[in-house]
């Protein structure tokens, strides 16, 4: 059974930071692709970065350079996003999810995701 838990998510001022974890079980991370995508109330679904673990190559939405990161733990099987300068219009559900690469990643195309964490920015 393949199964993601995002972690760290809560209530961060405006230009504030916060990390989030993504655990994976049943899942190695040394296939595939992973990334974070977010969705706020009433909006589509929007890719924010996702790493493929095929060739090592990170690849970024335009609003996240600068301000966003991931990372991965191969030994911990977790998965991790750098959010720094956050914004009020950052506000929203944040999931991690597998991919068959990032290409399917952002064309919304998942394997498996998990339940998502809020991350509000507000003052």
């Known amino acids: 059974q393949v199964q993601l838990v995002e972690s760290g998510g809560g209530l961060v001022q405006p230009g504030g930071s916060l990390r989030l974890s993504c655990a994976v079980s049943?899942?190695?991370?040394?296939?595939?692709?992973i990334g974070w995508f977010r969705q706020a109330p009433g909006k589509e679904r929007e890719g924010v970065i996702c790493?493929?673990?095929?060739?090592?190559?990170?690849y970024d939405a335009g609003y996240g350079k600068g301000r966003f990161t991931i990372s991965r733990d191969k030994t911990k099987n977790t998965v991790y996003l750098q959010m720094n300068g956050l914004n009020p219009e950052d506000t929203a559900v944040y999931y991690c999810a597998i991919a068959f690469n990032c290409g399917y990643f952002y064309n919304r195309k998942y394997d498996y995701w998990g339940q998502g964490t809020q991350v509000t920015v507000s003052s």
């Open positions: 790493l493929s673990n095929t060739d090592g190559i990170t």
């Open positions: 049943g899942y190695t991370l040394d296939y595939y692709a």
